[in-house]
């Protein structure tokens, strides 16, 4: 005999979607467990891509735990992309610790993109931050290498629009560059590193962050290069350079007077030469004229000669006169 299995299977499948779209079993557990949801509104949630399931069980934690939250606003913080059970745990951590958080508030920090279980954990118990390596000189020009550990805390209420931990670190850091940059001496701070923490500590660096810094602790610190040194022995090769680039402007410029000097001494000796060259002319055109004679011509070589010897005499192998005539 056969039996039709097809009416079963479509009885099974209208089973199926009628307990899909109303959990009956999700809204007994809700009613035991002290929740007021309807089944209508459990539909709802399906008609709305709403997933009963986490927003019931969100109730029941929330209800349990003592906090009065209606399952309207779970499912408007879920339709806009929030993490409610995230927001439930941080509320009941909140309420057991006596921290001041509504559930406007939470979600508002949840859709910022924050985890707000992990800053009410950070509240409660506060974290530690470790610094890179901030590098500072102080006044005497060793450079000192200091690592720090900031203890923050989250503040809840500037943790929207708060700024993050790049921001606490890169202020710490201005801060210990500020501080060692103040010290005469390196051996100040080697002394007293606590100096550093309270000036760092009393610039009020955390505010307009999302923590709030309760100490900052000097966890190590290095010395680092001589600077000061590096500098002095780097403007004294700066200076050498330009001296010495002065000097061979100097060098140079002499070089070119003296060049100057010798042209001019040759051309000075050029024209005695050329004067020289016209004393047989005159002396010619004197004899022609009448105006010179023999005896007066030998009286003039006479002096020549006389003149020559007495330079020969007081500068013996030096050039002597040689006039022509």
């Given at each position: ?266 051309e000075a000796k050029a024209s005695v030469v050329q004067a020289e060259a016209e004393i047989p002319k005159a ?12 005896m007066d011509y030998y009286k003039m070589r006479n002096v020549q000669a006389d003149t020559d010897m007495r ?15």
């Amino acid at each position: 005999m056969n039996v039709p299995f097809a009416p079963f299977i479509i009885a099974a499948i209208a089973l199926l979607v009628f307990l899909y779209f109303f959990p009956i079993s999700l809204w007994i557990t809700a009613i035991f467990s002290g929740v007021r949801v309807s089944l209508f509104q459990l539909v709802l949630m399906r008609v709305r891509k709403v997933s009963p399931t986490l927003i019931v069980n969100s109730l029941i934690t929330a209800t349990k735990a003592g906090l009065h939250i209606t399952s309207n606003e779970l499912e408007t913080h879920y339709l806009a992309g929030g993490n409610v059970p995230n927001v439930i745990k941080a509320l009941i951590s909140a309420d057991k610790a006596n921290i001041p958080l509504d559930f406007k508030q939470a979600t508002a920090i949840d859709l910022a993109g924050r985890n707000v279980f992990e800053a009410v954990t950070t509240s409660v118990n506060p974290k530690v931050i470790n610094t890179p390596n901030v590098a500072a000189v102080s006044q005497d020009g060793i450079q000192l290498i200091v690592i720090a550990r900031v203890t923050v805390r989250a503040n809840i209420t500037q943790l929207v629009g708060g700024a993050g931990e790049e921001t606490i670190l890169a202020r710490v850091g201005e801060g210990i560059v500020t501080s060692i940059g103040s010290s005469v001496s390196h051996k100040e701070v080697l002394e007293n590193p606590d100096k550093i923490s309270k000036l760092v500590l009393s610039k009020g660096l955390d505010a307009g962050t999302a923590f709030e810094i309760l100490s900052i602790d000097i966890a190590d610190i290095d010395i680092g290069e001589n600077i000061g040194a590096k500098l002095q022995i780097d403007q004294a090769t700066a200076d050498l350079k330009v001296a010495e680039a002065k000097a061979e402007e100097r060098r140079a410029m002499a070089v070119a007077v003296e060049q100057e000097n010798r042209a001019k001494t040759q051309e000075a000796k050029a024209s005695v030469v050329q004067a020289e060259a016209e004393i047989p002319k005159a002396i010619a055109d004197a004899f022609r004229s009448g105006n010179l004679g023999v005896m007066d011509y030998y009286k003039m070589r006479n002096v020549q000669a006389d003149t020559d010897m007495r330079d020969s005499i007081a500068n013996p192998g030096g050039p002597t006169s040689n006039t022509k005539s």
